[in-house]
Structure formats: structure tokens, C-alpha cells
């Protein structure tokens, strides 16, 4: 059976008040918990950026719940570094910590001016970033040169187990070249159909019987308008696909070229409904399709309703035998 968890969305609201959203989601029900890592928020609507890493401490301390992370390392995060908090937070919290690392997107990696790499070189910088990572955790002194560079890098500190390095894809074709490398796979809600094909395809490409995430993007109020309208405010800038959401540097970037995106359109990426039987409906097939987690955004601001409301009425009903 999945369990469904609780995503910390940084972009949307300030670091203390998603402490205080995470805890509240621990004592309604919630049996995990995974936040973002953006440097900048989709939009100036959004308003926020804390940093994850700061957070994360302060989240595992106050929870007693497992945690992960979407990182990109490679040009933002220097490999050494993203391992060694990685290896600190999974010391301090024995299984509890688990860190998704994808190919980054240009909203937060632009901030260092270096150029933004193509797609497949992104790539191939991430599998460099995990092999450094890897021989990190297991303790040996790491020299590198390639599309990052590492210069006798060693950590003094390292966690009885090394953390768990899932891979994040949204297309078919990343989920199997993730197969091959990642200790599981997180993806986000989109068409069951490409759903089956990503996590077939992952399974094909290595990674069958390792864990596979989801995290839902939903919108739930107390009628179907509101719901609507806090999707499209908060989330209209959500629902590009392909190269467009991975190449635009800024929020600005996001709201031009969201301009002509209409409320309805924003159901193609988030689960807007008022009907608490719909929503844990849509997340029962979803559960369905063989992910181990679903990690739910509620993608308004004001979390304690969507806290309060599906714990009481939604996650009991998926708990329950089908």
C-alpha cells in the first residue's frame, strides 16, 4: 500500500510557516513528508525562496516523519557539497533522508552566469555528480576532472548508511536512463498513460523493485471556483512541458510566457476539485499504478484547510483495503 505524504512547496510560502504547514501534516495523518529546492519561485505571486537545506534540519528535528529533496547539483551545488549536507542530514537522522537529484532547471541555475548547458550535457553532468557523490559517502578521496571538477575532496563525516539517490524524470525517456544509475524515481502527476510509460520505462532501464515516487499537484477549497482560481493563480505557470519550464531564467520569464494560459488549462497539471470523494478518487488510481509514495502539493498558500480536510476525509478512505 502507498503512503502519502506531505510536499513542502519553498516557492510559495516562508520557511516558517511550511515548518509549521509540515508539522500540522504530521498530526493529521500524513506519514511522510519532501520539499523543493529552488533558488527563485515560478512567480512573483508565489513570493517566496526559502533555502531547503537550512530547513530540512530544522523540519527533521521537529518531525518525526522521512524526508526528501528535489537538488540539482552540477553547477548551482558543487558535487562535494551537495554530499556533504546530504551525508550530515543522514547522519544526524538515520533513515529518515532521502535526496532526488535531477538535471536542474535554468530559474535557479542561471544565478551563477555560467552558461546553461543542453539537455544531453546536463545529463551527462549529473551522472558525473553521482558518481562523485558515491565515492564521497563510501569515504575515499575523490580527484575529478570532467564537466565538474573536484580536487581531493573527502568527507570526515559520513552516516551509517548513505542516503538514497533518487532520480527525478518526467518523460519516459529520462525515467530509463534513470533506471540505470538512481536508487528509485520520483515523478510528477501528469496523464495516467504517460505515467505507466514512465514508470515502465524505469523498471526497464534498472530499476525494477527500487521505490518510485509522485508527487501530486492538487488544488482543494470549499467550492470548485475557488479551487479553480487558486490553481490558476498559484500554478499557471506550472504547465509547461518539455524545454520551455527547464530554459527560462526568470519568474518574469514565467508569468510572459503564461499570459495566455486560461484557468481551465491548468487542470492538465493540477487536480482542482472541491469534492473530497473526487480528489481521493484521482489519488487512488494514481496510487494504483504502482508508485510505493504520493507526496501531495496543494498548491495554494493557506495550507491548514487542505491539511485539516484531507486528513480527516481523504487519507482515512485511502487507507483503507480497495
Known amino acids: 500500500m502507498a503512503r502519502f505524504g506531505f510536499h513542502a512547496s519553498h516557492e510559495q510560502l516562508a520557511p516558517s ?17 519532501m520539499c523543493s529546492d529552488h533558488f527563485a519561485p515560478w512567480s512573483h505571486a508565489q513570493g517566496h525562496s526559502g533555502y531547503a537545506w537550512s530547513w530540512l534540519g530544522a523540519a527533521l528535528a521537529r518531525t518525526g516523519l522521512p524526508f526528501g529533496v528535489v537538488s540539482a547539483p552540477g553547477q548551482r551545488y558543487h558535487p562535494a557539497v551537495a554530499a556533504q549536507k546530504a551525508a550530515t542530514l543522514a547522519e544526524m537522522f538515520p533513515g529518515r533522508f532521502w535526496m532526488a537529484l535531477g538535471s536542474g532547471q535554468a530559474l535557479n541555475e542561471h544565478i551563477t552566469g555560467d552558461r546553461w548547458p543542453p539537455k544531453e550535457v546536463r545529463k551527462a553532468r549529473l551522472l558525473e555528480c553521482v ?3 558515491r565515492a564521497l559517502f563510501a569515504g575515499e578521496c575523490v580527484t575529478h576532472d570532467g564537466l565538474v571538477t573536484v580536487d581531493r575532496a573527502r568527507l570526515y563525516t559520513l552516516p551509517e548508511s548513505p542516503p538514497p539517490l533518487i532520480g527525478a524524470a518526467v518523460t519516459a525517456e529520462t525515467a530509463r536512463w534513470a533506471g540505470s544509475w538512481a536508487d ?17 520505462a524505469f523498471r526497464e532501464g534498472g530499476g525494477e523493485g527500487k521505490p518510485a515516487y509522485l508527487q501530486v499537484h492538487l488544488s482543494w477549497a470549499e467550492d470548485d471556483e475557488t479551487a479553480l482560481r487558486i490553481a490558476h493563480e498559484q500554478w499557471h505557470t ?9 530554459n527560462l531564467e526568470t519568474p ?7 499570459t495566455s494560459v486560461r484557468p481551465e488549462d491548468v487542470r492538465a497539471s493540477v487536480l482542482v476539485s472541491a ?15 504502482g508508485f510505493d509514495a504520493l507526496y501531495l502539493h496543494h498548491v495554494g498558500q493557506e495550507q491548514r484547510p487542505f491539511i485539516d480536510a484531507f486528513g480527516e476525509k481523504v487519507l482515512p478512505q485511502l487507507a483503507e483495503p480497495s
Open 252 to 258: 518574469d520569464a514565467f508569468e510572459q510566457a503564461a
Open 17 to 33: 510557516a511550511l515548518l509549521e504547514a509540515v508539522r500540522q501534516a504530521e498530526e493529521a495523518g500524513f506519514a511522510a513528508a
Open 184 to 200: 528509485g524515481l520520483i515523478t510528477v502527476n501528469q496523464d495516467v498513460s504517460r505515467l505507466r510509460q514512465v514508470i515502465e
Open 275 to 289: 469534492d473530497l470523494e473526487r480528489q481521493a478518487g484521482w489519488l487512488a488510481e494514481l496510487a494504483g499504478l
Open 131 to 133: 558518481e562523485v557523490m
Open 238 to 246: 506550472g504547465v509547461f512541458g518539455g524545454e520551455v519550464a527547464w
